[in-house]
């Protein structure tokens, strides 16, 4: 990785805005495959690697776990990677913890696949983070940082993005993987649609006495969901969704008082209980972008659409961008197009519009559905979710929906490297 911050005038192919988890995947991508290409990030990596920057871990699809080890990462991330080979799905009230039992995903009904593979993988996002910024240091990828980026103007042979230490970066093409506030899909006039949910979500890791043996216990509770999430060495990473008011008093209690509120949720199936980090608050919203390209310009990410976090699915999302993004440029750079080729950028946004569009959507859904604790509607989705528990290939359906291995997936997605 080379770190520059005070060079003048800097030409590449391709800038990436944003160097999170998605921008750096994309960036480790393209230059694995020849690519010259720059990530700029408005803050120090170091910044982002503290325990107290991001208390969250990711359900990572398997897909996307896939696409990972493609890019050289599997040594780093598998050692911190928890199969996971069980979901479990109750619809409840609070006391008494996951007991009611009302639909289970289990790994083994998928062992068709010959690989054995787990569901997914839990992965804490400091190790993502780590195992990302290391192997930047092993590619061509030149990160600038920190540094914001401030803007960006196109024009027929390329595009000139402004740093705001007043560098200019000239590439032929601008990725907008800055999250929700995207500088990029501003500056392209690119209009958001969505809406803030009266949720927050309140995250923390514990550790247990007992084994979870890698079960995800979801567990629906009127103002939101309640998700147990196992990770390595007995620990579960929990997301407690709340209203406002209620998860500002969740950050404000003592530790003590916290845990004994955790309890009541967590139930005593895995023993003695402890925090095993601090407590973190996201609130929650819905943003989708209107469109994922503009000239010399497109959006990766957060940056082109913000999910509800309720199935874990926002990151997978976001990587599945970068797998099909990853794609549209080394494919028309080999015929001897430019990175920023408008027909590319057509494919690329024909490729993901629906898929990233369709799936905010349904997260949304859920949340309406099982947020909720309109009797009618428990009763509903109670017979629902009994009616899929019973029937093996519609639980097999939101496996391998939730695998993130069907559809048109991109090579990466499949394991395969990208080359010129
Ligand atoms: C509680 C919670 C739980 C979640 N759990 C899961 C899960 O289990 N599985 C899953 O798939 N997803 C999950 N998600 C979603 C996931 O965390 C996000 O989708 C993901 O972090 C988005 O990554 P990103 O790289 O697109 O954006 P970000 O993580 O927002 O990264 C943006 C980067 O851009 C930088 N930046 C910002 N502005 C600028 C600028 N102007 N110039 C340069 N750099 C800039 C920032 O410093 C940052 O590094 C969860 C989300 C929440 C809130």
Not at 3 to 26: F, K
Not at 93 to 98: A, D, I, K, M, S
Not at 331 to 359: I, P, Q
Request: aromatic share 6%; hydrophobic share 45%.
């Amino acid at each position: 990785m080379v770190t520059e911050v005070n060079d003048a005038a800097i030409r590449t192919e391709v800038l990436i805005a944003g160097g999170g988890m998605t921008g750096l995947t994309l960036g480790l991508a393209l230059a694995q495959s020849g690519l010259d290409v720059i990530v700029a990030d408005s803050e120090v990596a170091a910044t982002q690697l503290a325990p107290t920057y991001d208390g969250r871990a990711s359900a990572i699809a398997y897909a996307s776990f896939r696409m990972w080890e493609a890019l050289g990462l599997g040594p780093a991330l598998r050692p911190h990677a928890q199969r996971i080979e069980k979901i479990l799905v109750t619809d409840g009230r609070v006391r008494g913890g996951p007991s009611l039992l009302s639909l289970s995903f289990d790994r083994k009904e998928l062992d068709a696949r010959e690989d054995g593979e787990a569901l997914g993988y839990m992965l804490e996002n400091r190790h993502i983070r780590a195992a990302l910024n290391a192997a930047a240091t092993e590619t061509r990828l030149r990160v600038l940082a920190p540094v914001a980026v401030t803007g960006h103007a196109p024009d027929a042979g390329g595009v000139t993005v402004s740093l705001k230490d007043g560098r200019s970066v000239r590439a032929s093409l601008v990725v907008g993987a800055e999250g929700r506030r995207s500088t990029i899909r501003m500056g392209a006039g690119i209009r958001t649609t969505g809406w803030k949910y009266k949720q927050t979500a309140v995250v923390c890791t514990v550790a247990h006495e007992k084994p979870h043996d890698g079960i995800a216990h979801e567990y629906f509770l009127p103002s939101g969901p309640f998700a147990m999430l196992p990770l390595t060495d007995n620990r579960c990473n929990i997301v407690w969704t709340e209203k406002p008011a209620i998860s500002d008093a969740l950050m404000a209690m003592s530790e003590v008082d916290f845990l004994a509120e955790l309890r009541l949720r967590f139930g005593g199936h895995l023993g003695a209980v402890t925090m095993a980090g601090p407590r973190f608050a996201y609130p929650l919203s819905l943003q989708i972008a209107e469109r994922l390209t503009a000239p010399r310009a497109v959006l990766i990410g957060d940056a082109a659409h913000g999910v509800h976090p309720i199935a874990g699915q926002g990151l997978n999302v976001g990587l599945r961008d970068v797998a099909a993004l990853a794609e549209c440029i080394v494919d028309s750079v080999s015929v001897g197009l430019e990175a920023g080729d408008a027909e590319g950028l057509k494919r690329y946004e024909k490729w993901r519009r629906f898929d990233s569009t369709s799936m905010a959507l349904v997260m949304d859904a859920f949340n309406r559905i099982f947020s909720n604790d309109f009797a009618p509607l428990r009763q509903w989705r109670g017979r629902g979710m009994a009616a899929v528990d019973l029937v093996p290939p519609a639980r097999r359906f939101f496996m391998r929906e939730a695998a993130g291995g069907s559809g048109a997936l991109p090579k990466l997605l499949k394991g395969e490297v990208l080359g010129l």
